[in-house]
């Protein structure tokens, strides 16, 4: 919390170092005034930068490669270092306000990566920024002539008294190594009168799994000075709506106001009825408007996950159903009863669409990956890449280079039980620990959800969310934590239910968290009346995990203690409390005389 604060305490700092405004339009800027170097610092009047420093890196005065003498705004970006460049301008007495201004890139090393502008305005004093568009991607080349771009300010800022665009210059997420150098000159600020519009994003990829679309993506759109009708029109096997989960068809209209529209989320997504891959542009129009395309693309395919057999499960009954997973286990072979799931991307929600199964090793130590913890059970951690296809399945262990396997990222451990012998009245009680092997920055969950049925084979159909979420977040390093959930009296009597621990990401930046399942064990209990039921939500046990200490009851009970193999222990008639001295370390099973159960964790 002391960082987010502070973080936030610095982009006001940022924002509000500017000491001057533009208040008159046109206004030029060719970058012939000196630069002040400095951190967070108005390096000329009404525009500040982020690091100013001299040539070679960060952001400088190019006296070297300019389109105007004497000079020109330069970045190089690198891994630890983004350009934010930000100019201040009153705009009370002004609408439809445009920037333009001239760049191209020059070699910076020897690295193959662009360099890429994002812009973007914030009329909070940069606390939020709207509007914001990838304006240009340069490549890591030395360009010989300067070409023209542009960016228009989002309706929001018409008549505002304090505005910030920002020019943000990043590093390409494609290629290796260095990024370009990139050169901005003779920047023009003016109001424009000619229809124009705005996008957010000039590319958008998809995956889809056949029987589903994809999952929708979301870019911002605006327009101003318009005088038709803003139309958005999607190619084939492509969608548009307004919303992300319903209205999609393959175009929009969106009508202006007094000439404007105001920024608005447009959500697209792939919904092809056959597998292939499809590419096509989006294109947004408006009558006198340049148009604007967003290329878009993506793959539909098969899903070839396994459904694991189900585990038979009865009345009464307790079942260890997963305890161990040994990193010596052949690549590609699961658990009896279990399966695990893999997608293609690389910080997935709990909308992504699984594809394969896990084929590879489980004692990989890179790469996204199920490792197997042998007694701790299986974990899972998503990484930038997925595991080259010799080190997946071993017969190149040492492969660095060349062909990765397209679906690689964990993604769920899936059960199925099979619970035709379990009768209306009972209750069916999954035990499981959520374990944290690495916390790392980027926060994980383990989030559990069920389905009954195979929802005529579409592995990404019928998945319900329990009533009260069930979910494990990561935690420190080398903890766990027990959970129960019951599944709803709906899957009792039911030839094929599944229930799925779906790893995904909470949020932050970083290397991500990485989480693991132990200890599931299923037990069926049999109830005779209200009063049992109710009993399942109020019997507990405290503390546990026991450091062989006397452990509490919530209320007194008739209790059976079973080992993790089913052997009973022990057995306590109506007592409040035991004791777990006796007890070697392990996991252990609580069982009340009405049958209920809870699972005990002695350290």
């Keep these: 919390m002391t960082k987010k604060i502070l973080y936030n305490l610095a982009v006001l700092l940022f924002s509000t170092l500017s000491f001057g405004q533009i208040t008159t339009l046109p206004a030029n800027e060719s970058f012939t005034t000196p630069f002040t170097e400095g951190t967070n610092v108005s390096f000329i009047p009404n525009w500040t930068g982020n690091t100013v420093a001299p040539p070679s890196s960060k952001i400088f005065r190019d006296i070297v490669d300019y389109n105007s003498t004497p000079a020109a705004l330069s970045v190089i970006p690198t891994s630890s270092f983004n350009g934010d460049v930000q100019v201040n301008l009153n705009l009370s007495t002004y609408s439809s306000v445009g920037i333009s201004f001239l760049a191209k890139s020059m070699l910076n090393g020897t690295g193959t990566r662009d360099a890429v502008l994002t812009m973007s305005t914030s009329i909070d004093n940069g606390v939020t920024w709207i509007g914001s568009s990838i304006v240009?991607?340069?490549?890591?080349?030395?360009?010989?002539?300067?070409?023209?771009?542009?960016?228009?300010?989002?309706?929001?800022?018409?008549?505002?008294?304090?505005?910030?665009?920002?020019?943000?210059?990043?590093?390409?997420?494609?290629?290796?190594?260095?990024?370009?150098?990139?050169?901005?000159?003779?920047?023009?600020?003016?109001?424009?009168?000619?229809?124009?519009?705005?996008?957010?994003?000039n590319s958008l990829t998809f995956s889809q799994v056949l029987g589903s679309p994809s999952q929708s993506q979301t870019f911002n759109i605006s327009g101003s000075n318009l005088t038709g009708n803003l139309i958005l029109t999607a190619p084939t096997n492509f969608e548009v709506?307004?919303?992300?989960?319903?209205?999609?068809?393959?175009?929009?209209?969106?009508?202006?106001?007094?000439?404007?529209?105001l920024l608005t989320p447009i959500y697209s997504r792939l919904n092809s009825s056959s597998v292939g891959t499809y590419s096509g542009n989006l294109m947004v129009t408006s009558q006198n408007a340049t148009t604007q395309n967003i290329a878009l693309s993506g793959d539909c395919v098969v899903s070839t996950v396994t459904n694991p057999s189900p585990l038979s499960i009865s009345d009464a009954n307790i079942y260890n159903v997963f305890t161990n997973w040994a990193s010596t286990n052949t690549a590609g072979s699961f658990p009896s009863n279990i399966a695990f799931w893999t997608h293609a991307t690389t910080d997935p929600d709990l909308a992504t669409l699984f594809i394969s199964d896990w084929s590879c090793l489980y004692n990989?130590?890179?790469?996204?990956?199920?490792?197997?913890?042998?007694?701790?059970?299986?974990?899972?951690?998503?990484?930038?890449?997925?595991?080259f296809t010799g080190v997946c399945d071993g017969t190149d262990p040492a492969q660095t280079t060349g062909t990765t396997i397209s679906n690689g990222r964990a993604g769920a451990i899936v059960l199925a039980l099979n619970s035709s012998a379990v009768t209306s009245g009972s209750s069916i009680t999954i035990n499981w620990t959520g374990r944290t092997v690495l916390k790392n920055l980027r926060a994980y969950g383990l989030r559990?959800?069920?389905?009954?049925?195979?929802?005529?084979?579409?592995?990404?159909?019928?998945?319900?969310?329990?009533?009260?979420?069930?979910?494990?977040?990561?935690?420190?390093?080398?903890?766990?934590?027990?959970?129960?959930?019951?599944?709803?009296?709906?899957?009792?009597?039911?030839?094929?239910?599944?229930?799925?621990?779906?790893?995904?990401?909470?949020?932050?930046?970083?290397?991500?968290?990485?989480?693991?399942?132990?200890?599931?064990?299923?037990?069926?209990?049999?109830?005779?009346?209200?009063?049992?039921?109710?009993?399942?939500?109020?019997?507990?046990?405290?503390?546990?995990?026991?450091?062989?200490?006397?452990?509490?009851?919530?209320?007194?009970?008739?209790?059976?203690?079973?080992?993790?193999?089913?052997?009973?222990?022990?057995?306590?008639?109506?007592?409040?409390?035991?004791?777990?001295?006796?007890?070697?370390?392990?996991?252990?099973?609580?069982?009340?005389?009405?049958?209920?159960?809870?699972?005990?964790?002695?350290?």
Excluded: H
Aim: hydrophobic letters at 35%.
């Design 241 to 261: 709506s307004l919303n992300s989960t319903s209205g999609f068809s393959g175009s929009l209209s969106l009508v202006p106001n007094s000439g404007n529209i």
């Design 364 to 387: 990989l130590t890179s790469r996204s990956r199920f490792v197997g913890d042998d007694a701790n059970g299986i974990s899972m951690i998503n990484t930038g890449n997925s595991q």
């Design 136 to 201: 240009a991607s340069l490549p890591n080349i030395n360009q010989t002539a300067f070409t023209s771009y542009s960016y228009t300010l989002p309706v929001e800022a018409n008549n505002q008294s304090n505005v910030l665009v920002r020019f943000f210059i990043t590093r390409g997420s494609a290629g290796t190594s260095t990024a370009a150098k990139m050169v901005i000159d003779d920047v023009l600020i003016q109001q424009v009168t000619t229809p124009s519009i705005t996008v957010s994003s």
């Design 448 to 603: 559990m959800q069920y389905r009954i049925g195979l929802a005529s084979g579409n592995p990404n159909s019928g998945w319900q969310e329990f009533s009260s979420t069930q979910e494990y977040l990561n935690g420190e390093d080398a903890t766990f934590e027990s959970k129960s959930t019951t599944l709803p009296t709906s899957c009792n009597g039911q030839p094929i239910v599944q229930v799925r621990w779906v790893y995904y990401v909470i949020g932050t930046t970083g290397a991500r968290a990485q989480v693991g399942l132990d200890d599931v064990i299923v037990s069926v209990a049999t109830l005779n009346n209200d009063s049992f039921i109710a009993e399942t939500n109020t019997f507990s046990l405290y503390p546990n995990p026991s450091n062989k200490e006397i452990v509490n009851l919530n209320k007194i009970n008739t209790v059976t203690i079973y080992d993790i193999t089913g052997r009973k222990i022990a057995n306590y008639k109506e007592v409040n409390s035991f004791d777990t001295k006796t007890l070697q370390s392990g996991t252990y099973l609580v069982k009340t005389d009405s049958g209920l159960t809870q699972k005990l964790i002695v350290k």
